[in-house]
RNA sequence: GGUCUCGUAGUUCAACGGAUAGAAUAAGCGUUUCCUAAACGUUUGAUCCAGGUUCGAUUCCUGGCGAGACCA
């Protein structure tokens, strides 16, 4: 209807204004709910071109609107605003439409071209964490949005599993964990434990040893004994120490930090580890036996955090088989003068004409930097997909600045896809005592996390639920439904590039903009059309049609521009919003009039299809949200 | 030091440059002979500061103040 009045405008613009207008002289906006109107016009932009009032302006256009639009039933001019009122009858179709079309808002399937979306790229000696949640259940979501919209999709994730912190946790389990009377270490098996929680105990404890072998070395040089110490060290710490004169106690304390470091590089557990990876690389056996095993673990833990959590991917990638690739498209662009060189070999670009730095693409001994490593990567996937159209990064805004050179470069490498590839950038999640930090153990588990909702779930279920009828095994399912319904869409109702606040108490609240609140919802209308025996049927066009039932349809009209702006900037919060407006509405709706028990059958019906498109609605775009949608609660 | 992001009710979040800045939560009051009260109705409360552009600014520009990130 938006576009037919845009259209028409245009059209009869040079009769009607006696000139020509363009597309920016027609805005059209929601109209305010306490006013009347189903749709507005914005008269400002056309009080210019007339010279005359906002409101003659409104007036006139409010003329020719009516004798000339179909669907239109009358308009009202106020304060430069065109309120616009359709027909019961445009609605009542529009309800018919809605009923009738059965992924109603959804594009064609495949119908768009093939994007990458990568979300979750761990590393392989932590456990996951509420961070990871944000980033996997907003990529997963995106995901499903751009499906939704046509696109063709591949998930993918990275996987962080080399380098010198491998090394650490691989170290630190040889070294430390106890043999049992069978003569073996610590094993998921024999502990019990999940393997990535094993492994990242093993990366605890190395960080434990180095940080208690530092601080020896420290107190020796403290005391004046710098013997094993080398004499660059030496004295690179006797000036810090001087340094320290005069200074306030924050300036200390940096200067302290900076001792620490050094101290810890001539510990001689982080050689240990750097030997260690020095034989990785050389692919040493017995380094990549162990290598392989305790990865393995790790896996085996992340699959069963990742079906918990009820997302998956298509397809993965090891940084360990990537993290060489990008050097020969480094040399190759070297030569077509894209990289320049410096005196010491080593290979930059620079980007001061866009607006940025300069930036190391190569070292100077010739290994790769995250950049290099980056560039061969993407290059790799549209290899590995020949019709991948684009890319979808989703990862922390803290790499905004690495991704904005990773697409410039690939574009001046003349990779005309470059211009596809968009950093999905996330805010950092805050908890109310502040920024989670590892070394602090405020970091809140990912695992824990699921358990915990889950558990409120449940106990808030058995209280109020209506859970007569269901087995043991369709319980718990439906507990896990609104745990982590509950946990999706709070970490998702958030605009994804904010930084948010986590708060453990309102995450699992029951009420108010929650999961648990759209899931009931749901539930409340499948048992409703369950007890009238619905089916669907086309309705009669001149039913009358109260103002919250109209509300409804118009909200449910909206669905589809509200998708393909979700897909568009990436946003699952928008989805999530419109969600959240639709079900209050629907709830007002419930209460005010009666449905099932309604005398009338033609109002009875009404009221019927309008329960059954929220449902359909609501349960689609719970879907796309990764939020599951219980038939009873 | 340079670059980037962000500042909205007590708190957590909304608002293509548009009308009287919306919700949730917390607190109070009210609604079950009737379809699930995890619901609904109702009362109280906010745009960091100073300029500028505009018919109109929470939104855009400049300068402060405050929070965070990245780069050396």
Redesign the pocket.
């Known amino acids: 209807m938006e576009q037919h009045i845009h259209q028409a405008l245009l059209e009869a613009a040079p009769q009607l204004f006696g000139c020509t207008i363009t597309e920016e002289h027609i ?9 009347e ?1 189903d749709l ?1 016009l ?4 056309f ?2 071109l007339l010279r005359c009032s ?1 409101q003659e302006a409104g007036e006139k256009i409010k003329t020719w609107i009516e004798a000339h639009i179909t669907g239109v039933s009358h308009c ?1 001019a ?6 616009i009122v359709f027909t019961n009858d445009y609605w009542l179709k529009q309800l018919n439409q809605i009923q009738q079309t059965p992924m109603y808002g959804f594009a064609e399937p495949a119908s768009k071209p093939t994007v990458m979306v990568e979300y979750a790229s761990p590393n392989t000696n932590k456990p996951l964490h509420l961070g990871h949640l944000r980033n996997i259940f907003l990529g997963a979501s995106v995901a499903e949005i751009l499906k939704a919209v046509g696109h063709k999709v591949v998930r993918t994730q990275v996987i962080n599993d080399r380098g010198i912190h491998i090394c650490k946790s691989m170290l630190a389990w040889e070294k430390f964990s106890p043999v049992n009377d069978k003569g073996e270490r610590e094993t998921p098996v024999n502990t019990g434990l999940k393997g990535d929680k094993l492994v990242g105990k093993y990366y605890v404890e190395f960080d434990k040893a180095l940080q208690k072998e530092a601080k020896e070395i420290i107190a020796n040089w403290l005391s004046g004994n710098f013997s094993d110490t080398p004499e660059a060290i030496k004295d690179a710490v006797l000036n810090f120490q001087k340094a320290k004169d005069g200074k306030d106690e924050k300036a200390q304390a940096a200067i302290d930090d900076k001792i620490k470091e050094l101290a810890k590089n001539q510990t001689a557990i982080l050689q240990e580890a750097k030997d260690m990876l020095v034989r990785w690389e050389a692919r040493d056996p017995q380094v990549y036996l162990l290598w392989t095993t305790m990865n393995g673990w790790v896996y085996e833990g992340f699959d069963a955090t990742y079906s918990q959590m009820g997302v998956s991917f298509d397809k993965l990638y090891y940084e360990s088989d990537t993290f060489l690739l990008g050097k020969d498209q480094v040399m190759e662009g070297l030569k077509r003068g894209v990289f320049y060189q410096k005196s010491d070999g080593s290979v930059w670009i620079d980007l001061s004409a866009d ?3 300069e ?2 693409v190569l070292r100077s001994d010739g290994t790769a930097v995250y950049m290099t490593q980056d560039i061969g990567t993407a290059i790799d996937r549209f290899k590995d997909f020949p019709d991948l159209h684009g890319m979808v990064y989703t990862v ?7 991704f904005k050179v990773l697409f410039l470069i690939l574009q001046k490498l003349g990779y005309a896809w470059a211009k596809n590839c968009f950093h999905l950038s996330y ?2 999640v ?1 908890l ?1 005592s ?2 989670m930090k590892s070394r602090e153990g405020t970091v809140v588990d990912a695992d824990d996390l699921m358990e915990e909702v889950i558990d409120k ?1 449940k106990t ?2 058995q ?5 007569e009828g269901l087995s043991n095994l369709e319980r718990e399912q ?1 507990y896990t439904q ?1 745990g982590l319904g ?1 946990l999706k869409y ?1 970490l998702l ?11 453990p108490e ?1 995450s699992i ?6 999961g ?2 759209l ?3 749901h ?2 209308i ?3 059309l ?3 025996n619905y089916a669907s049927e086309t309705l009669i066009e001149t039913a009358p049609l109260q103002a919250e039932e109209k509300e409804i349809i118009k909200q449910l009209a909206l669905f589809e521009s509200t998708l393909n702006e979700a897909a568009k900037v990436y ?1 699952p ?2 989805l999530a ?1 419109y969600t ?2 639709l ?2 509405l ?3 709706f ?9 005398p009338n059958h033609e109002v009875r019906q009404l ?1 019927l299809a309008l329960s059954a498109s929220v449902k359909q609605v609501l349960a689609q775009s719970l879907n796309l949200l990764g939020v599951e949608a ?4």
Do not use: W
């Not at 106020?78 to 309120?83: R, W």
């Open positions: 805005q059209f906006q929601q109209t305010r709910k306490d006013v109107g507005t914005v008269v400002f932009p009080v210019k906002p009202v106020i304060n430069g605003f065109l309120n607006g940025l730095d930036k190391l922390g805004n803290e790499q905004d600045y690495h805010g950092m805050d109310p502040g920024k779930a808030m279920t209280e109020r639920g209506h859970l439906l609104i509950g709070y109702k958030v605009d994804p590039k904010k930084r948010m606040l986590f708060n309102e609240d029951l009420t108010g903009n929650t648990p609140f899931q009931y919802t539930a409340r499948c048992t409703l369950e007890k009238a946003s919060a928008l919003n959240y407006e079900v209050k629907y709830n007002t419930y209460q005010s009039v009666k449905i099932v028990i309604e009221r219980p038939t009873r609660m």
